[in-house]
T-cell receptor
């Protein structure tokens, strides 16, 4: 059965810390992996990854994919309270369908 | 600006009633999706559509139906609401193949409570 598993389920850190969020998956017909940030409402897009070993970076956030294992990580450096959110990992398979993980809830304390 | 809207934002209904949740997008996207989000389950796909008159079942489609009569709208109907359908429902849309990231643009969500 196809699945996407995120870890940890929740995380509490202090401002300035670096965090690593994990997403492993078992999905047939893998096409790409996407990361979203959800702050009490609709998820918003962060990154899309299709190739192993190529890091995507946006400010303090970065992500990389390993298709061999397979998994992806999302790193956030110098965390801020505004980074507090649920981070969702989604795997696109077949044409344009997605499996979502259950998310990692990040709480950044001042 | 293009957007995707959902209505109502909150709904309380009784068991057995038919309920329709609206989703409207102005992105001109062919692909539209309905998800439900429950604690511990993330987002689960209910139904999806790749274009007008096209509808497909997702992983949790029992008790739900959709119709696609135009590009902009994909209403979700709960034929006979059950307490197990209490959830937050998200509508999303995305571009078709060959253009960009396939990222999905999500609506603000509808919180449905079935009593």
């Amino acid at each position: 059965e196809d699945k996407v598993v995120q870890s940890p389920l929740s995380l509490v850190v202090h401002e300035g810390d670096t965090v690593t969020l994990n997403c492993s998956y078992e999905v047939t017909n893998f096409r790409s992996l996407l990361w979203y940030k959800q702050e009490k409402k609709a998820p918003t897009f962060l990154f899309m990854l299709t190739s192993s070993g190529i890091e995507k970076k946006s400010g303090r956030l970065s992500s990389i994919l390993d298709k061999k294992e397979p998994f992806s990580i999302l790193n956030i450096t110098a965390t801020q309270t505004g980074d507090s959110a649920v981070y969702l990992c989604a795997v696109r398979y077949n044409f344009n369908k997605f499996y979502f993980g259950s998310g990692t809830k990040l709480n950044v304390k001042p | 600006d293009a957007e995707i809207t959902q209505s109502p934002r909150h709904k309380i209904t009784e068991t057995g009633r038919q309920v329709t949740l609206a989703c409207h997008q102005t992105w001109n996207h062919n692909n539209m999706f309905w998800y439900r989000q429950d604690l511990g389950h993330g987002l689960r796909l209910i139904h999806y559509s790749y274009g007008v008159q096209d509808t497909n079942k997702g992983e949790v489609s029992d008790g739900y139906s959709v119709s696609r009569s135009n590009t902009e709208d994909l209403p979700l109907t709960l034929e006979s609401a059950a307490s197990s359908q209490t959830s937050v429902y998200f509508c999303a849309s995305s571009e078709s193949a060959g253009t960009g990231t396939y990222e999905q643009y999500f609506g603000p969500g509808t919180r449905l409570t079935v009593t």
